[in-house]
């Protein structure tokens, strides 16, 4: 893959998580509109930009080269803020995406938040939050054919 297509890649997938944590700090900033109150009191509710900048290239270090059982520690050394991002699980879904379940741990301001999402690539490069992604059930090999029994 040339370097430019890999920028290109590093790029679109950071716009997608950028606006997968803008959607969680707009819906904690209106949460009586959106009845998303009880995000107040979690971490990324005391993030400040430069607290989303960090996770957001801990996340994407994760989708770009990490595999299961890896992780990926970030701390604002700015802030109270810091956070682990593993990968439990990687599975091709139903639809044929290449999918991951991110365990992402959170603190801030005595805050501790605990989440896993279900990341897809839906176009190369292109990683959204897939909630509802299920795994391909396994190729089951065609049995083998059974000698008939001599006896009738």
């Not at 065609?142 to 009738?152: D, V």
């Amino acid at each position: 893959m040339g370097r430019g297509t890999s920028e290109r890649r590093r790029c679109r997938v950071m716009r997608t998580l950028a606006a997968t944590i803008a959607v969680f700090a707009s819906s904690v900033a209106a949460p009586a509109t959106a009845n998303l109150s009880f995000m107040a009191n979690t971490p990324i509710a005391h993030f400040n930009e430069e607290d989303v900048r960090l996770l957001r290239e801990a996340a994407l270090s994760m989708l770009l080269h990490g595999e299961v059982g890896a992780s990926s520690e970030w701390r604002n050394p700015n802030s109270t803020a810091s956070g682990k991002i593993r990968i439990t699980k990687a599975f091709e879904s139903t639809e044929g995406f290449r999918c991951e379940v991110l365990r992402i741990d959170n603190s801030a301001e005595g805050w501790n938040g605990r989440a896993s999402y279900a990341v897809c690539e839906i176009h190369p490069g292109d990683w959204k939050l897939h909630p509802g992604a299920k795994p391909k059930p396994p190729e089951t090999k065609p049995s083998e054919k059974q000698p008939e029994s001599p006896i009738k």
